[in-house]
C-alpha cells in the first residue's frame, strides 16, 4: 500500500513558479513508477509527468509542459516532486500524484494504482 499527499499548489501569475511535493507513506515508494496529472476545470484527467524508480534518467513528459516542468524524486524522503516554471492560465487545474507498481514509466492513468487527493494550482493572466 503506499498512500499520497500532495502539497504546494496555489495561486500564481502567469509566467510564475510553483513546486508541487507529493509524500509517500509506505514501504514500497522506491519500487514504485511515480507520476503527476491534471484535470482543468471542465476536462478530464490527463498526464504531466512521470519518472522511473531510479529518478532522472527515466522520466517522461507531456508535450505541453516539456522544458517548463520538471519531476524528480528523494526516494530517502518518500518525495516526488514536480517543478513547474514559466506557468500559463491553461496549467491551471487540480494536481494529482500517483504511483504505479511498474517496471516501466508509465503515462495511462488506469496503469497507476494509487492516488494522492489532488491540490489546486491556479495561475493568472
Known amino acids: 500500500q503506499v498512500q499520497l499527499v500532495e502539497s504546494g499548489g496555489g495561486l500564481v501569475q502567469a509566467g510564475g513558479s510553483l513546486r508541487l511535493s507529493c509524500a509517500a507513506s509506505?514501504?514500497?515508494?522506491?519500487?514504485?513508477?511515480m507520476g503527476w496529472f491534471r484535470q482543468p476545470p471542465g476536462k478530464e484527467r490527463e498526464f504531466v509527468a512521470a519518472?522511473?524508480?531510479?529518478?532522472?534518467?527515466?522520466?517522461r513528459y507531456a508535450d505541453s509542459v516539456k522544458g517548463r516542468f520538471t519531476i524528480s524524486r528523494d526516494n530517502a524522503k518518500n518525495t516526488v516532486y514536480l517543478r513547474m516554471n514559466s506557468l500559463k492560465p491553461e496549467d491551471t487545474a487540480v494536481y494529482y500524484c500517483?504511483?504505479?507498481?511498474?517496471?516501466?514509466?508509465?503515462?495511462?492513468?488506469?496503469?497507476?494504482?494509487?492516488w494522492g487527493q489532488g491540490t489546486q494550482v491556479t495561475v493568472s493572466s
Open positions: 500517483a504511483a504505479a507498481r511498474n517496471f516501466a514509466v508509465v503515462t495511462m492513468d488506469g496503469q497507476y494504482d494509487y
Open positions: 509506505g514501504r514500497s515508494f522506491s519500487r514504485s513508477v
Open positions: 519518472i522511473g524508480w531510479s529518478g532522472g534518467s527515466t522520466t
